[in-house]
């Protein structure tokens, strides 16, 4: 797997802990596999808050109305379809 060094700036008291408690040997595997995990935790978050939004009947209301829009829309300064 292809990596990339990556500079961050963290808070004294996170950093403080971060050297304290993980060897210096396991750091950034340690980093990766928490953003890692954080980044799986929002993208789950996402996909509740689309399921919730898809249940609600106007939104629902709103996808039907833009359904009804023509699939090709035209520049206002010519009557070319857009790309």
């Known amino acids: 797997m292809a990596t990339r060094k990556m500079t961050f700036t ?3 008291e996170v950093a ?3 050297l304290r408690r993980v060897p210096p040997r396991d750091r950034s595997r340690y980093v990766a596999a928490a953003l890692a995990e954080k980044l799986t935790e929002r993208d789950r978050e996402l996909v509740r808050a689309c399921e919730i939004a ?4 106007e939104v629902a209301a709103i996808e039907k109305e ?3 829009l023509p699939d090709e829309t035209t520049e206002p300064w010519t009557d070319a379809p857009a790309r």
Do not use: G, H
């Not at 898809?54 to 009947?57: K, L, M, R, V």
């Open 16 to 18: 403080d802990k971060f």
């Open 54 to 57: 898809n249940q609600d009947p």
């Open 10 to 12: 963290l808070p004294e």
């Open 66 to 68: 833009f359904d009804s």
